[in-house]
């Protein structure tokens, strides 16, 4: 909670202090499974000799392949706000807002605050906050059911992991984010949610917040209700397009595999992949430092003989890629003037 000042301006000590304490309890979480894997799984030694495996000449192909994602994600999002709304984005402006995005959302608590940081670039350049709002919960959405879908299929032909129930685990999310996407398709459930949530709005007690609430609550919901508008042709693009992405992502993670030396199926790196991204999605560490390192030890030690120390070498590179865009994004926030903007955002100002 902020309190104002002996001057009647805004102490932000609380605020600071609260993002420190979260840092801390951070970094204790990411130490303390790190100290659990160097002293159950790792030996130093092997730690070393396993880097001996990498395959230098596939960087340039992932660093490549890893480009060709991150571009088409961003033309996605182009072109359907597009589409919906009238209003050109520009691929390399939504590419540069989630280099920011990235850089942003390595201290910011979870994926969530970097989706923020990503609407407020996109509804300043577009003008458009509601349809900024709906776009980016839409597309989200649409991703995190196509990783869904293509994690459910790899778990379909991968025998070996029946005993750890992922099938109903995924089953079950699919359907809870199924139910999250059904007002984006659906103007007779966008109108309904719409109505719901305005009763809930004008249950606030004070009548100036109510007024603001309810008229916040039309234009993020009209918004929706235009996206179910949509051209089925675009849809069905757009559907592709998440199709594509996930696929080249997929690829990618096979070749990463094969950089460090594990020869294992193609379809290890479809469920791998979703297992990595949905453990990163918690918002108890870094940039998933530790529990990313655990669930790979963990699941490629166990079900297929992986030894600790190349997964472990494995994570690395999902890390190293990670902080490679990341620090693209820090490049960006500090030569095009950023800060000064998301300080001016309200929010986002730097303490």
Not at 191 to 208: G, L, M, Q, S, Y
Request: glycine fraction near 6%; charge should be positive; hydrophobic fraction near 55%.
């Amino acid at each position: 909670m902020i309190m104002p000042d002996a001057d009647g301006g805004i102490d932000a000590r609380p605020k600071k202090r609260n993002r420190m304490l979260l840092n801390a309890f951070k970094l204790s979480i990411s130490g303390a499974i790190f100290y659990y894997i160097f002293s159950r799984y790792i030996r130093c030694e092997d730690f070393i000799a396993a880097w001996r495996y990498v395959k230098p000449g596939m960087f340039i192909y992932l660093l490549l392949l890893s480009m060709v994602c991150r571009y088409l994600g961003a033309y996605q999002i182009h072109y359907y706000f597009k589409k919906v709304f009238n209003s050109s984005l520009g691929t390399h402006f939504v590419f540069k807002a989630q280099l920011i995005t990235s850089f942003y959302g390595l201290v910011l608590p979870g994926d969530l605050a970097g989706g923020l940081i990503t609407w407020y670039l996109i509804s300043e350049k577009s003008g458009e906050k509601a349809a900024s709002a709906s776009v980016i919960v839409f597309l989200r959405l649409l991703s995190i059911i196509t990783l869904i879908v293509f994690t459910a299929i790899g778990l379909v032909f991968e025998e070996k992991l029946i005993d750890l129930n992922l099938r109903v685990y995924v089953m079950i999310m699919a359907l809870l984010f199924l139910l999250m996407f059904v007002p984006f398709v659906s103007s007779r459930a966008a109108t309904a949610a719409k109505e719901f949530t305005r009763t809930i709005v004008r249950k606030t007690p004070h009548a100036t917040w109510r007024n603001a609430l309810d008229r916040l609550n039309s234009k993020l919901w009209d918004a929706v209700i235009t996206c179910t508008r949509i051209d089925r042709g675009v849809m069905l693009w757009t559907l592709a397009l998440s199709v594509l992405y996930h696929l080249s992502l997929i690829l990618f993670a096979y070749m990463l595999m094969i950089l460090v030396g594990i020869s294992l199926p193609f379809q290890v790196s479809v469920w791998l992949l979703g297992a990595v991204n949905l453990v990163q999605m918690l918002p108890v560490s870094f940039a998933g430092l530790g529990v990313r390192d655990i669930s790979i030890i963990y699941l490629l030690g166990k079900y297929y003989q992986v030894a600790p120390e190349t997964s472990l070498v494995l994570s690395t590179f999902f890390l190293a890629f990670s902080l490679l865009f990341t620090l693209m994004g820090g490049l960006v926030v500090l030569t095009d003037g950023t800060v000064k903007r998301l300080k001016l955002a309200g929010p986002f100002h730097k303490d």
